[in-house]
C-alpha cells in the first residue's frame, strides 16, 4: 500500500504582532514572521502518522511569499517529505477562489510528476483569514469529496476513510472514497487517540536546512491550468471597507452576591431581552 499525501500549509503571521493596513484594506504581512498555521500542525502530524500507518509520501504545498519557505522547513523538521512553494508576483491579491484555484492546479500538476494523490490534508481554518474557504473549494476544483471541521479520523485504508466531524450543532460520521479533502479541528483524534503535532528534534531542524524546497511560478502550471484565475485577475472578492472594531466604553455592571441571579433578570427585563 502506499499514500501520496499532500498537505496544504499556509503561512501565517503571528496574530498578535501583525499589523493592518486601514488604508488599502489589507494585512501587512511583512510586519511579522511566517510559522505554520496553527491548524495545519494537526494536519501535518495526522499525514505523518497515515504514512508511517499505510507507508507513502506527504509532500507539503504553500503558496505564500519567499519568506514562506521557512513555514514548509519547519513542515519537513516534523516528518513532511517534501515541500513545494508556490510563489510568482502573479499569485498575490488572491481572495480564497484563486488561492485555492492556485493549490488546485499545484495538486493536478504533482500528480503529473508524482503520480495519484490519495488524499489532501488541510486545517480547518486560518488564524489569519479565517474563513475556512479554502479545503472545500480545492475539493470543489479537484471535483473531489469532502469533509470539514473533521475532529476524529477513525479508520483510514487506500480507498476509503471515515471521519466524524464536529459542525457545532451536530455531528456527522462520514465515509469517503479516497482521493478525498479533509479539513482538520483541534482538538484532533486519529484511530482512537489524541493527535499532538510533534515537537521537531535539533537533528531534524538541522537536517531540514540542507532539504531542497521546490519552487513553483505560475509558468509552471500554465499546461494545467488557467492562468487568468490566478491572483488579484482571479479574485471576485473586493474588500469595501477595513476597521478596527471598537470595544464598548460603557462601565461593565458588577453584580455581586446571592442576589446576583435576580439582578441579572432584572436587568434583562428592562432591556426587553427576556418577558
Ligand atoms: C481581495 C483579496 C486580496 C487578497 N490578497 C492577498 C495577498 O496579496 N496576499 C495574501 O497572502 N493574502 C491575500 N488575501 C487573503 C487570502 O485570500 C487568504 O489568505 C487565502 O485565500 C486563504 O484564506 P483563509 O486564510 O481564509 O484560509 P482558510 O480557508 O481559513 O484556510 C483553511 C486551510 O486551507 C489551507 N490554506 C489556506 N491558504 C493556504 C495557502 N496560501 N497555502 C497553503 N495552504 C493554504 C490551510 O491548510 C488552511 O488551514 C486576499 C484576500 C482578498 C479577499
Redesign the pocket.
Known amino acids: 500500500m502506499y499514500m501520496n499525501i499532500v498537505v496544504?500549509?499556509?503561512p501565517t503571521p503571528d496574530i498578535t504582532k501583525v499589523k493592518f493596513d486601514i488604508e488599502k484594506g489589507?494585512?501587512d504581512?511583512s510586519s511579522a514572521e511566517l510559522e505554520i498555521?496553527p491548524?495545519?500542525l494537526y494536519?501535518i502530524e495526522v499525514g505523518v502518522k497515515i504514512k508511517e500507518l499505510l507507508g507513502g509520501t506527504v509532500t507539503a504545498?504553500?503558496?505564500?511569499p519567499p519568506h514562506g519557505e521557512k513555514a514548509l522547513r519547519d513542515a519537513i523538521a516534523r516528518g513532511v517529505d517534501k515541500a513545494i512553494l508556490l510563489t510568482d508576483k502573479r499569485f498575490?491579491?488572491?481572495?480564497?477562489l484563486a488561492?485555492?484555484y492556485t493549490?488546485a492546479m499545484a495538486i493536478k500538476k504533482l500528480e503529473q510528476v508524482f503520480g495519484k494523490v490519495n488524499l489532501i490534508l488541510?486545517?480547518?481554518?486560518?488564524v489569519?483569514?479565517?474563513?475556512?474557504?479554502?479545503?472545500p473549494e480545492v475539493a470543489e476544483h479537484l471535483g473531489l469529496p469532502h469533509a470539514s471541521f473533521v475532529t476524529h479520523i477513525i479508520d483510514i485504508s487506500s480507498d476509503r476513510v471515515v471521519v466524524e466531524t464536529d459542525y457545532g450543532d451536530s455531528y456527522y460520521r462520514l465515509e469517503l472514497k479516497l482521493p478525498a479533502v479533509i479539513?482538520v479541528s483541534r482538538p484532533l483524534m486519529f484511530r482512537g487517540a489524541l493527535v499532538e503535532p510533534r515537537v521537531p528534534r535539533l537533528s531534524d531542524i538541522l537536517k531540514a536546512r540542507r532539504v531542497k524546497i521546490d519552487i513553483w511560478n505560475a509558468d509552471y502550471l500554465s499546461d494545467v491550468a488557467d492562468m487568468n484565475r490566478f491572483g488579484?485577475a482571479g479574485?471576485p472578492?473586493?474588500?469595501v471597507k477595513a476597521f478596527y472594531a471598537l470595544t464598548s466604553t460603557k462601565t461593565p455592571i458588577v453584580i455581586k452576591g446571592d442576589e446576583g441571579v435576580d439582578i441579572l433578570i432584572k436587568i434583562l427585563k428592562e432591556k426587553g431581552v427576556l418577558r
Request: glycine share 10%; with cysteine.
Open positions: 496544504l500549509v499556509k489589507t494585512v504581512r498555521n491548524f495545519d494536519a504545498i504553500s503558496m505564500a498575490a491579491g488572491a481572495d480564497t488561492t485555492s493549490l488541510c486545517g480547518e481554518k486560518s489569519d483569514g479565517d474563513t475556512a474557504h479554502v479545503g479539513a488579484l479574485s472578492t473586493r474588500v
